[in-house]
């Protein structure tokens, strides 16, 4: 047991890896949990996620979530199954989008039978859950008996994520979940912290930067018009959350512009469709330029040629859709969803392209793809990629190395050392180094399971 000055770190998982995010905060009496998401890689979700916690869960007093993207979130109906009884707490938008992508996920899971996952996964576990969720705004303070004080500062990564900023003993920790790649075109840029004691940062893409953010949008207005000159179909897998809002935004800017001409634009997710008027909902939350744009009277969401087909036989319909045309789809590393019966129908063909624009873990048919992998099998088929592969890497939701340090520059005098989670280790070991090298930092990459004691 701690001693009251110092606190305990257990990197549960999401250290070496980029996802299944879920580290434990303990001292004075206290457990905390800071996410709990799933581990995803080849399969979307993991058998290892149906272990065992390596707590027990009844006995934590609170669950602070950064974000409600699936590797931050995914494992909370599990913890529920597994006893806990604490509070929930998040920023607002958090937790709305969280119990759809709950709703989602248990959707996918439902015929789990084998791993118990349809017992697991149940509404009755998700509703308990949302029962337990209590939400607060950005910088507004949570006080927690035994001198703990909580608050969430806008990470820039998805609509209503958090960097979680904890005070205990005078000390600030900062755990940064994952982090923006700011400048977004709706979301407010990452905000500084400057005052960290110790940081627990991502390190998603700290061995890469991104292509200049300015190219990014003529990038896509390019491979968009190949396309429609080559009279294709356009593919572009997304996350259906941020990525798809993203694009939507700028596809409707070109539109509404006269960049590019009118043509069939669907986005072909339900569960993206979702989360899009989740998006319209909380407008409050864009950034001033986005605002504007919206306050001028432009629905961003909402353009000639776009269609949001809902309906699975909307979506085959597709198919007979004659080209060019734009086809959004999930999921983003095309390990499962509606995107894949695409894949199938279009990758063979030398006139269509696939656009990928986020980040593909290894194992995915998405990373297969991205590495240029020219035999793939898709749905029990295999098939030779004939197919353009484009990539545009300027859209990514994370920071790149350069950006990662310099968030770390800002409170590079006051931080006694920084944990360097949720990345692959090659990505951890060189932002480590960068980190030591240009800013004079201590770093520490922890292993999944290790505890660490901090001093406060
Ligand atoms: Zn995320």
Redo the contacts with the bound molecule.
């Keep these: 047991m701690a001693n009251d000055k110092n606190l305990k770190i257990t990197f549960c998982s999401g250290a070496g890896t980029v996802t299944g995010s879920n580290f434990l905060l303990e001292g004075n009496g206290k457990k905390f949990l800071i996410d709990c998401g799933l581990v995803q890689g080849e399969k979307f979700i993991d058998d290892l996620n149906w272990n065992k916690f390596s707590y027990d869960a009844s006995t934590i007093d609170i669950l602070f979530i950064s974000?409600a993207?699936i590797?931050?979130i995914g494992r909370i109906p599990k913890l529920i199954a597994e006893g806990f009884n604490g509070k929930i707490v998040s920023t607002i938008p958090t937790k709305e989008i969280t119990e759809v992508m709950l709703a989602d996920t248990a959707h996918l899971l439902s015929k789990d039978i084998e791993n118990g996952l349809d017992k697991i996964y149940t509404k009755e576990n998700i509703e308990k859950a949302m029962s337990l969720w209590e939400t607060i705004e950005y910088g507004q303070k949570l006080n927690v008996d035994h001198g703990f004080q909580f608050s969430y500062k806008d990470a820039g990564?998805?609509l209503g994520?958090g960097m979680l900023e904890i005070i205990y003993n005078d000390k600030k920790i900062v755990f940064t979940?994952?982090l923006g790649n700011s400048p977004s075109p709706i979301l407010k840029d990452t905000e500084n912290i400057t005052d960290a004691d110790y940081l627990i940062m991502e390190s998603c893409y700290g061995d890469r930067n991104h292509e200049e953010r300015s190219e990014r949008t003529k990038k896509l207005e390019k491979v968009i018009m190949d396309n429609y000159k080559r009279e294709g179909t356009l593919m572009i897998p997304v996350f259906s959350l941020e990525r798809t809002q993203e694009i939507l935004y700028e596809i409707n800017n070109m539109v509404e512009g006269g960049k590019i001409p009118k043509m069939p634009i669907f986005l072909d997710s339900p569960l993206a469709i979702k989360l899009t008027a989740l998006y319209r909902k909380y407008e409050k939350y864009f950034n001033p330029q986005a605002l504007k744009i919206i306050n001028s009277g432009d629905d961003v969401f909402s353009f000639l040629g776009l269609k949001f087909t809902e309906d699975t036989e909307d979506s085959k319909a597709i198919l007979r859709v004659p080209n060019p045309k734009i086809i959004m789809a999930g999921s983003g590393m095309s390990n499962g969803g509606r995107i894949i019966h695409h894949e199938k129908n279009y990758l063979p063909n030398k006139n269509d392209t696939i656009l990928l624009i986020g980040y593909q873990a290894i194992g995915t048919l998405g990373r297969l793809i991205v590495d240029k992998v020219k035999k793939v099998k898709i749905l029990g088929e295999d098939l030779v990629v004939k197919a353009n592969v484009v990539e545009i890497s300027g859209y990514s939701?994370?920071k790149d190395s350069d950006n990662l340090i310099n968030f770390v520059e800002n409170t590079a005098k006051t931080v006694r050392k920084v944990f360097i989670v949720m990345g692959e280790p090659r990505a951890s070991m060189f932002l480590s180094q960068k980190l030591r090298d240009n800013l004079n930092v201590d770093t520490y990459i922890p292993e999944t399971g290790e505890e660490v004691m901090i001093e406060c």
């Design positions: 974000h993207h590797d931050h990564h998805i994520s979940g994952d939701g994370h």
